[in-house]
């Protein structure tokens, strides 16, 4: 009788520990894509004026998601901040999206809030190439500027900003910055986009275009703006973001702003993920609000 009870006992504590796990679960998946979150970075700098403050907000991989009709909710987060720019780091529709009006919509929205910079993404590309070649066309018409391997000087505050724009890798073969190996128009973009005295932003969506071998130490570039590894996808307590992209598994280089080399590299963890694949988790959506304050 004593046995049977102790089993039921098991059976009971087992079946409790896995409600709650289950629940755990269920609930963390549900913040990573419903929990909308502002996170917000400072960065220092020598190169603009003493007491000046340029303040811009960064989202991506949208990938086709919308938080509520429209994204009115992700539309008045970023307008509560203020912000001085908008920067769209890429993947904001799947390679697969039957059209492109979710992103389209937001970003007519969005440029009513304050100017909007949009950089291509893996899944753009994909879906320019299998889908519709207008992609690009649609996005300017909203008034957004696209910035594929091309670039802008703006005066904001009465201060001077050179905003890029890139998807490709920022070296060669064997991960090494050189002439012969790159792609020429990058390296030639790349090489007139440095040749500035004036603050330098370069929006990438991959972060890996610049954090392999010596990218960061031979390229004069301020700041990269980037999305791309979703903060890991996973976030495992204490070990961090289980995948990102290029870097593989438990990577580096997932969320937040980083010294590397000559630049900073600052990683949103985007906004959701292609629901195709491994859920989110314990990583919820995020907009990246970053000041950058004069120090002269």
């Not at 979150?37 to 340029?54: A, G, M």
């Not at 500027?145 to 073969?173: C, P, Q």
């Not at 963890?269 to 629901?275: E, P, V």
């Amino acid at each position: 009788m004593n046995q049977q009870k102790e089993k039921k006992n098991i059976i009971l504590i087992l079946l409790t520990i896995f409600i709650i796990v289950s629940v755990f679960c269920i609930y963390e998946i549900y913040i990573s894509y419903k929990g909308l979150i502002v996170n917000n970075y400072c960065i220092k700098t020598n190169e603009i004026s003493n007491n000046s403050n340029i303040k811009f907000a960064v989202i991506g991989d949208l990938h086709n998601y919308e938080f509520n009709d429209d994204n009115q909710v992700l539309i008045e987060k970023i307008k509560k901040q203020h912000p001085n720019l908008i920067f769209i780091a890429g993947d904001m529709l799947n390679s697969d999206s039957e059209n492109s009006d979710i992103v389209i919509c937001l970003v007519k929205k969005l440029v009513k809030i304050a100017p909007v910079y949009y950089a291509l993404g893996n899944h753009e590309f994909d879906y320019i190439k299998n889908r519709d070649s207008r992609l690009v066309g649609k996005i300017e018409n909203t008034g957004a500027v696209v910035l594929e391997n091309k670039y802008k000087d703006i005066i904001i505050k009465g201060e001077t900003l050179r905003i890029g724009g890139m998807f490709s890798y920022a070296f060669g073969k064997e991960d090494k910055v050189d002439k012969k190996t790159m792609d020429k128009n990058v390296y030639r973009f790349l090489e007139e986009f440095q040749n500035t005295s004036n603050y330098k932003i370069m929006i990438s969506h991959r972060p890996d275009s610049f954090i392999f071998g010596n990218a960061s130490e031979v390229w004069d570039i301020n700041l990269i703006v980037s999305a791309h590894n979703h903060g890991g996808q996973v976030v495992i307590p204490f070990l961090g973001g289980f995948y990102g992209g290029d870097q593989g598994y438990l990577p580096k280089y997932t969320h937040g702003v980083y010294n590397k080399g000559k630049m900073k590299i600052a990683i949103t963890s985007g906004l959701s993920s292609n629901l195709k694949k491994l859920p989110r988790f314990n990583n919820r959506p995020e907009i990246m609000i970053i000041d950058i304050n004069g120090e002269k």
